[in-house]
């Protein structure tokens, strides 16, 4: 009963993530997670073997420590695009108020400003 | 008679309030006084441009870093010589600028910094006193500039200074950063002594002790992305 609700659960999430458009690594990566998820919920005591094989007590606790680490990979991933993504906000407010301007000209709007080191 | 090539860069974020009788004491300067308005939801843009300054609008709220760059941006493409930074809220002394100015010429300074440690805090909490100092002494141990104010919002630089300088943390840890620019770049800086003057309209707008945390996690981001 819970192995197929996690199957299904896999697979939803599977065409979730093919109905947007990623990029060819991502997709791999995607694929992967899916294969070794349906693997280890398809054979339970696969985990517990690999887990064993690493020198990690339970298969449970060999999925806990994958998932923190590519929950904390996610997270610093999201926070750095996130940061970028607010620079380019800085660059976008910052010339269409230049452009906007009283002495403003449409030709500046889209040119980098000032110098750079 | 003031100095023709100067311009007033002021951000400014809520300060519909108080920005008129800011300028107006700026009269003098008028209309090379541009107000970056930081995406304000109250009339801070109308009041500013009524009360005569040039006003430009972020459409979203960036921050103080972010709206300070913008107004110096401007000021560079009209042609300033001089660009003084000033705070909305009317804690400075208008009067100081003068000083600035000479001291730039006086000295050969890229970089004047008004100071109110060395200078006056009237009615300023204790709290963001003792937050403030021990913002100085981290900024002197990474910077080794010997200052004694490393959070006031009243500059000037000169054309050439502004030119090199880009301020790139939007928020509040510009302050720091643009002091490791100043350094980085081997600029001539030198300190006025200022009156700062702390009004309930100021500690209200003004800057919470928590945001310290944030700046200095802006600025350990910066550390690990440089």
């Given at each position: 009963?819970?192995?197929s609700?996690?199957?299904?659960a896999l ?5 979730y ?15 992967c ?12 005591q ?5 887990a ?5 007590g ?8 994958v ?9 610093a ?12 906000i ?8 230049l ?7 449409q ?11 | ?54 006003v ?9 870093g ?15 010589t001089h ?7 009317g804690?400075?002394?208008t ?5 600035l ?8 300074a ?7 440690f060395?200078?006056a805090?009237v009615d300023m ?7 403030l ?8 141990m990474?910077t080794?500039l ?8 009243l ?5 050439e ?5 880009r301020?790139?943390?939007?928020g ?14 081997g ?12 009004t ?11 945001n ?6 802006d600025l ?7």
């Amino acid at each position: 009963m819970i192995a197929s609700l996690l199957l299904l659960a896999l697979v939803m999430l599977c065409v979730y993530v093919g109905s947007h458009r990623i990029s060819g690594s991502q997709m791999s990566l995607v694929v992967c997670g899916a294969v070794v998820g349906l693997a280890f919920v398809i054979f339970p005591q696969l985990a517990s073997y690999t887990a064993h094989v690493l020198g990690v007590g339970r298969g449970t606790d060999l999925l806990v420590y994958v998932s923190i680490i590519a929950g904390l990979f996610v997270s610093a991933h999201l926070y750095f695009r996130s940061k970028h993504q607010e620079w380019q906000i800085i660059e976008l407010t910052r010339a269409l108020a230049l452009q906007t301007s009283p002495g403003g000209r449409q030709g500046d709007a889209l040119r980098p400003t000032g110098t750079d080191e | 008679m003031a100095h023709r090539g100067l311009w007033i860069v002021i951000p400014a974020y809520q300060e519909a309030a108080q920005i008129e009788a800011t300028l107006s004491d700026l009269g003098a300067y008028l209309p090379r006084v541009v107000v970056v308005d930081d995406g304000s939801t109250d009339a801070t843009a109308e009041a500013a441009r009524r009360a005569g300054a040039e006003v430009l609008r972020h459409g979203v709220n960036l921050g103080q870093g972010a709206a300070l760059q913008t107004g110096i941006d401007y000021a560079l493409r009209s042609g300033a010589t001089h660009i003084c930074t000033f705070d909305a809220d009317g804690q400075h002394d208008t009067h100081t600028i003068e000083r600035l100015l000479d001291t730039a010429a006086r000295m050969g300074a890229d970089v004047v910094l008004g100071s109110r440690f060395s200078g006056a805090a009237v009615d300023m909490p204790p709290l963001r006193r003792l937050a403030l100092r021990c913002a100085v002494l981290v900024t002197r141990m990474q910077t080794r500039l010997p200052l004694t104010d490393t959070h006031n919002g009243l500059r000037l630089f000169t054309r050439e200074a502004a030119l090199r300088i880009r301020i790139r943390q939007p928020g509040m840890a510009h302050a720091s950063e643009l002091l490791s620019t100043v350094a980085r770049l081997g600029l001539h800086v030198v300190e006025v002594p200022t009156t700062v003057r702390y009004t309930a309209y100021s500690r209200a707008k003004g800057q919470r002790l928590s945001n310290s945390v944030k700046i200095a996690l802006d600025l350990a981001y910066a550390a690990l992305s440089s």
